[in-house]
């Protein structure tokens, strides 16, 4: 893991993130993790984010937040890993093509 915007390679994946500091907490901004479809459905996801989480608290950070697809797989994966939804925060897009 990168203390900055960096971006970790793994064989099995590829996680990116930083730490945006809000008010009075230090969070996390998980911005992608992918899991190589052959390593899918083997626990390493689940591994993955566990040593996100370690290192996240290991650096001070209060929060992980993050962005992902809205449907049933994305939903249960990071559910079982106690994501819950935001009910203050939208996510909004402008196309401009």
């Given at each position: 893991?990168?203390?900055?915007?960096?971006?970790q390679?793994?064989?099995?994946g590829?996680?990116?993130?930083?730490?945006?500091?809000?008010?009075?907490?230090?969070?996390?901004?998980?911005?992608?993790?992918?899991i190589?479809?052959?390593?899918?459905?083997?626990?390493?996801?689940?591994?993955?984010?566990?040593?996100i989480?370690?290192k996240?608290?290991?650096?001070?950070?209060a929060?992980?937040?993050?962005?992902?697809?809205?449907?049933e797989?994305?939903?249960?994966?990071?559910?079982?890993?106690?994501?819950?939804?935001?009910?203050?925060?939208v996510?909004?897009?402008?196309?401009?093509?």
């Amino acid at each position: 893991m990168d203390t900055g915007n960096g971006l970790q390679a793994h064989p099995s994946g590829v996680e990116q993130g930083g730490f945006p500091v809000y008010d009075d907490i230090q969070a996390y901004d998980l911005v992608e993790i992918v899991i190589a479809h052959r390593y899918q459905g083997k626990g390493i996801g689940t591994r993955f984010m566990e040593l996100i989480e370690t290192k996240v608290r290991e650096y001070g950070g209060a929060m992980i937040q993050l962005q992902a697809v809205s449907d049933e797989q994305h939903n249960h994966f990071y559910d079982k890993l106690g994501f819950k939804n935001c009910s203050n925060l939208v996510l909004k897009s402008k196309w401009l093509v």
